[in-house]
Structures are given as structure tokens and as C-alpha cells.
């Protein structure tokens, strides 16, 4: 089992920036690829980027590439998400996971946090 738990959100300004974090424990944080995600109300959960076990390799979502950047620090068992330029699109709550590779279908990942709200006000 993989525990992850999510912190940084909240409420920011339209041009704002946010750093949002995960902290993994219960199995070696290497071993994982980890990808964010995000649900806006009312719309079905969405890419957002992943990154490789390594960190070499970063993939996101055209409508915050640019703008956000993933990173991973495996000696904290930490993933990141700087997230710039924020956009009132952008308010859902965002979710961190991990899994075998670094995909952007939901379903390949194995373990999901709670989330954190990110609010961006207009």
C-alpha cells in the first residue's frame, strides 16, 4: 500500500501561483510513477501531468503546458506541482497518484490521495 496525502491548495488570484505537494509513504516512492489530476464541480476527473519513476520524463496537459511544472524528489518521497499564471479554469480539486508508468488514463494508477482544493478567483 502507498499512502498519499495532498497539501497547498487554496484561493488565489487569476494570474496567481500555487505549489501544490504530495507525500508518499508505505512503499518506495521510486518505484512509482506519479501523476496529478483534477475534478472540476460537475465535470469528470482530468489529466494534469505525470511524471517518470526517475523523474526524466514529464507529460502534461495541453491546457497547462507552459504553465504548470511537475517535479519529483524521491529522497523526500515528494511530488510537485508549481502551478503559474493560474486561470479561473483551473478551480477543481487536484489529486495526486502513483503507478507503474507515468500515463494520463486514470485507471493505470493504483493509489489516489485525498485531494486539495484549488481555488482561483476571477
Known amino acids: 500500500q502507498v499512502q498519499l496525502v495532498e497539501s497547498g491548495g487554496g484561493l488565489v488570484q487569476a494570474g496567481g501561483s500555487l505549489r501544490l505537494s504530495c507525500v508518499a509513504s508505505g512503499r518506495t516512492f521510486s518505484n512509482y510513477a506519479m501523476g496529478w489530476f483534477r475534478q472540476a464541480p460537475g465535470k469528470e476527473r482530468a489529466f494534469v501531468a505525470t511524471i517518470s519513476r526517475s523523474g526524466a520524463g514529464r507529460y502534461y496537459a495541453n491546457s497547462v503546458k507552459g504553465r504548470f511544472t511537475i517535479s519529483k524528489d524521491n529522497a523526500s518521497n515528494t511530488v510537485y506541482l508549481q502551478m503559474n499564471s493560474l486561470k479561473p479554469e483551473d478551480t477543481a480539486v487536484y489529486y495526486c497518484?502513483?503507478?507503474?508508468?507515468?500515463?494520463?488514463?486514470?485507471?493505470?494508477?493504483?493509489?489516489w490521495g485525498q485531494g486539495t482544493q484549488v481555488t482561483v478567483s476571477s
Open positions: 497518484a502513483a503507478g507503474p508508468s507515468p500515463y494520463s488514463r486514470g485507471g493505470t494508477y493504483d493509489y
